[in-house]
């Protein structure tokens, strides 16, 4: 007979309820993470990214004004400026271990993915003031 008092006792404090709340835990538990390790296997899609970096470069290159080039032989460097009428970026700077000016024309026009035509139309060789 006792057990039997038990029973109405466990149901006003819902036994059922509580029992069940782990159960229902442990499912969320299992269907979260496998639903997270699908997303996390999938595959990546870069495409966008990389278009977006190629439309930045094509709109560099039509936007460069010129290349100001000062060889400087005593050193073997030869310091570039190129100028570009961009709204953010105004002036890139390079240096190269380059002194014979074709070279130098072949890495730029490698560098800014210009044409060699193209580079030999912007290019401004400055001379060099020799201190000895």
Known sequence: MPQ????????????????SLPLIGLIFWLGSSFVGDKILSRD???????QADTQMAWQMKRKLVAI???????????????????????TMMFEFAITEPSK????????LGLSPERVKELIRYRPVDHQD
């Open 4 to 19: 039997l008092q038990i029973f109405p006792v466990l149901r006003t404090l819902g036994f059922v309820f509580w029992l």
């Open 44 to 50: 990546y899609d870069h495409k966008k990214s990389l």
């Open 68 to 90: 100001d080039v000062e060889i400087l032989p005593q050193t073997g460097i030869s310091l570039v400026r190129v100028k570009t009428n961009h709204s953010t970026l105004k």
């Open 104 to 111: 130098l024309e072949a890495k730029l026009s490698q560098e």
